[in-house]
């Protein structure tokens, strides 16, 4: 089985990194692979580059060889949807399980991301979130978990995807926007994120102009 971490990364930090290694150990995961968003859909416009976040990615990922930058995303024109990488990976990578790793937070607002079901269908989803099932109140989405829930990691693996799971991930409040700020301010980020994404920050001068 294959994770797919989507995200803007702008730039990537603990939380990322901590959460995506829990999922890989927890269900096995052969790999990880960060796909960094090149336009956002539902939100503020990254403020560092497509390649500036690429760049923070593969040094966030240097010593830990089942993490893999992908950069599927980065090379298309036009809004990232992740319908179409999706679909891209499932061509690129037949019949393996693609789990798509989403933070409760993202998941809340899965329906409104463009074709939820056929992303579903392409794909197991799991959840990483505090310990504890959850099902959410917006009923599009309850009904989504209430026909996919599954807590077995089994059915994970009998099917290339279709159903969701709920994994508990330790909780770190980090957030790339309180990084951001944090930066332009002149306070140090240090401890949320690693030290060679912090180098780059620097030497880049990157989020200066954030507010
Ligand atoms: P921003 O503050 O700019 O919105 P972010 O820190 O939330 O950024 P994103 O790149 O937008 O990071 O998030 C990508 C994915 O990572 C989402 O699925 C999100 O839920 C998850 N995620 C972000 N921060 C954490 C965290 N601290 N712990 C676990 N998952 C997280």
Redesign the pocket.
Known sequence: MIGIY?????PI?Y??LR?ALEVMEALGLEEVRFLPLRQAVHRQQPHASAPQRLAMVQAALTGQPEFRADETELGRTGPSYMIDSLQHLRETLPGQTLCLL??S??FNSFMDWRQPEEIADLCHIVV?QRPGYWLPEEPRLRALVQERNTQSLGALLNATGGQIYFQP?TQ??????DIRRRVVNAQSPRYLLPDSVIRIIREQNLYAGYH
């Open positions: 989507g995200g803007t990364f702008d930090h939380g990322h959460s989403l933070g937070d993202a990483m991930v770190l409040d980090i957030s790339a926007t």
